[in-house]
Structures are given as C-alpha cells and as structure tokens.
C-alpha cells in the first residue's frame, strides 16, 4: 500500500468534465476519491459525510465562490485540508481562500504531476503554492504585522509555555497524536491544551488555530 492509498480527497468543481478528469488522474495516482461536488450547498453537505482527508477546491462554483465552500467544509470538517485550484490567480481571490482556511492554492495550468504531488502534501500538512503565489501570501502576512496598531486584532489572552509549545506544533501540522508523542504527553493532555487554547482565542477549530499560529510567526 502506498501513502496515497490512505488519503481520501473530494473534488469540489462546477465543470463535469474538469471534476471527472481530476479523479481520474487521482485515482490512477492512488488516492481515493471519496466525492465530488459542483457548488458550496454539496460541498458541505458531502464533505460532513465524508470526512475527507483533502479537498480540491476550485474558486468558482455554481452557487458562489470557493473561499465560502472552503469556510463551510471546514466548519463541518475540521480536520479536512483544503487545496485550491482554480484558473485564477488574481491577489483577492489568493488571500480570500487563505483567509477562509486553504492551505494552499495552485492555478490549473499546473501539470497532473505538480498535482498529485501537491495534493499528498497537502495531505502531509505542508502549504502549497503555485510559483509566485507563496510570495504574495508572506507579503500579506507581513502587511498584517506590521500594520499600527489600531489596525490589528485586540490583544488575546496570554499563553502558557505549554501551549504556546502546542501551538506552534499544530502550526507545523502535527496531529495531537504526533505532539503528544514528541512532548512526552498523553492524547488527552495534548487534546486538553489545544482546546484552552481555542477557548482563550475566541477560535473555532484548528484550522483557524494554524492560521493565528501562522500570522504570529509561530511555525
């Protein structure tokens, strides 16, 4: 059995043909296409069923647009990574999927090769870019940090070393299992610090606990 055989994905696409040919090439690699959806309602729907381990989203959707299905299937499954690709590169629709929680984004003129590679890391919780785009997401981030202060969130409540440790371990998309491991915790410590650490950030799952990790600088 190869890695990719324990990866399930949902493509998520509004063009048939274009949904079909992914799977295909998919399947051929390895994975296992557990769904497909053309819009964000089917998207949520399946991806709840499913559990998908990675979705292939693409930006434009029958009933809106790919950072919204992004921000619903990871409301219903959190622990789904997602994975743009979409014909867009355009800077807005780059950071709004970023911002919805992607973790990463490649454009459709990428070669099936470039995909399968970036859907397995993906997988592996390591970000994605086309070329060019990783760049453009830094630059943001970078913005973001340095913007004066009465543009930046308030102030959060203080982590303790632990989960700051924690923290910055989900950053690096390593399961609670993975950290516990490597802390020398149990499953249920690791699971206890990161969901005090959700309740003191006002967050609501880890995907949104990686992005805040990402923005501090913490990875």
């Known amino acids: 059995m190869t890695e990719a055989d324990q990866v399930s994905v949902m493509v998520v696409d509004d063009h048939p043909m274009w949904r079909d040919g992914v799977s295909r090439d998919l399947e051929a690699a390895g994975f296992t296409v557990v769904a497909t959806a053309d819009g964000v309602g089917t998207a949520s729907r399946r991806a709840a069923a499913v559990q998908p ?3 292939l989203m693409d930006m434009q959707l029958i009933d809106g647009n790919g950072a919204e ?4 299937v990871l409301d219903v499954s959190p622990n789904s990574r997602v994975l743009v690709l979409s014909a867009s590169a355009e800077r807005e ?3 709004d999927a970023i911002k919805a929680g992607a973790s990463g984004y490649l454009v459709k003129s990428a070669s099936a090769t470039e995909l399968i590679d970036a859907v397995r890391a993906t997988a592996a919780g390591q970000p994605v870019f086309t070329p060019g785009l990783a760049g453009l997401v830094l630059g943001e981030y970078r913005r973001m940090a340095t913007a004066p202060a009465d543009e930046r969130a308030p102030e959060v409540p203080a982590l303790t070393e632990r989960e700051t440790e924690v923290l910055r371990m989900v950053a690096k998309g390593l399961s ?5 491991t490597r802390l020398t915790l149990s499953h249920r410590t690791v699971e206890n610090h990161v969901q005090a650490t959700l309740r003191k950030l006002q967050l609501a799952n880890r995907v949104e ?5 990402i923005e501090q ?3």
Request: hydrophobic share 50%.
């Open 69 to 72: 299905a992004t921000a619903k």
């Open 176 to 180: 609670a299992k993975q950290i516990a």
């Open 217 to 219: 600088g913490l990875e």
């Open 93 to 95: 629709d780059v950071l």
């Open 53 to 55: 381990d990675v979705v």
């Open 209 to 213: 606990l990686t992005r805040y990790a």
